[in-house]
């Protein structure tokens, strides 16, 4: 706007130009802020990848040294458990008790495998008249036997 369109306002419109522009200004403030801190911000998180940076390159040395350590002791711990003469007694102790574990398993297997053929030939017996006299008799032709 010139000079003379400027001269020409009357007050009130003067004061509504002065109230609009003292707004932009007050605008163009804020925005002048924001963009201060959003370029602080972009500079601190620029500090904060290098220190990040150094800091991470730190740690992967320290851990470095960690597992190395850690691989250290545990070949010393290898190194000192290791006794082949305990070792072979160990597995000699653990197979004598898996045969003794099988053989107890065998033994409840052949008991109950007993039983249920005893109850077959008692079921068989008691379905067949016939089957059971012939048994009787064979028993008592055996124990009237003589020796």
């Known amino acids: 706007m010139t000079e003379k369109e400027l ?5 009130t419109e003067l004061l509504e130009l002065l109230i609009e522009e ?12 924001e963009a201060k801190e959003k370029l602080e911000s972009r500079e601190i998180k ?14 992967n040395s320290v851990l470095e040294a960690a597992d190395a350590a850690a ?3 545990l070949e010393n711990v290898r190194n000192l458990a290791f006794d082949p ?26 008991q109950r495998y007993r039983e249920q053929v005893k109850q077959k030939l008692q079921k068989l017996i008691n379905s067949d008249p016939q089957l059971r006299q012939a ?7 055996e124990t009237n036997r003589k020796p």
Not at 22 to 33: A, I, P
Not at 136 to 141: E, S
Request: charged fraction near 40%; proline fraction near 0%.
């Open 85 to 110: 003469a305990e070792e072979s007694a160990r597995m000699l102790a653990e197979t004598e008790q898996r045969c003794r574990d099988m053989m107890e398993q065998a033994e409840r297997d052949a």
């Open 46 to 59: 620029k500090e904060r990848a290098g220190t990040l940076a150094e800091a991470a390159l730190s740690i």
């Open 135 to 141: 048994l009787v008799n064979t028993a008592h032709k």
């Open 7 to 11: 001269k020409r306002l009357s007050r």
């Open 22 to 33: 003292t707004r932009r200004g007050d605008r163009l403030e804020q925005e002048l802020r």
């Open 71 to 73: 691989r250290q002791y």
